[in-house]
């Protein structure tokens, strides 16, 4: 069974940092894409970043370009969101999702396994 769980999420300043985990089991990283989104109140879920099974390609929204960082750790079966330069609009239940092929797209629709989320707020 694929299990996906977030971590991380908190109450940062504007300009602040954080960093998601996102811990999986019932699966190989090699094996699935994996991509972070966030949904903020009375907004649609976005995708924010996704890195392929291979960890050879990382995009990003182009909200966020220049300031999150995706990662993953293999041995340690987790992918990370670094965040850093944290906006008020950035705050968001922040979703990470897996979906079984080599091609890293941004699309919620794309991804089949969820995690809970993980609440960020950032607010001075």
């Known amino acids: 069974q694929l299990q996906l769980v977030e971590s991380g999420g908190g109450l940062v300043q504007p300009g602040g940092s954080l960093r998601l985990s996102c811990s999986v089991s019932?699966?190989?990283?090699?094996?699935?894409?994996i991509g972070w989104f966030r949904q903020a109140p009375g907004k649609e879920r976005e995708g924010v970043s996704c890195?392929?099974?291979?960890?050879?390609?990382?995009n990003y929204a182009d909200s966020v370009k220049g300031r999150f960082t995706i990662s993953r750790d293999s041995a340690k079966d987790t992918v990370y969101l670094q965040m850093n330069s944290l906006k008020p609009e950035d705050a968001a239940t922040y979703y990470c999702?897996?979906?079984?092929?080599?091609?890293?797209?941004?699309?919620?629709?794309?991804?089949?396994?969820w995690g809970q989320g993980t609440q960020v707020t950032v607010s001075s």
């Open positions: 890195i392929s099974r291979s960890g050879g390609t990382r």
């Open positions: 999702a897996a979906r079984r092929a080599s091609v890293c797209r941004l699309s919620p629709t794309d991804f089949g396994s």
């Open positions: 019932g699966f190989s990283l090699d094996e699935y894409a």
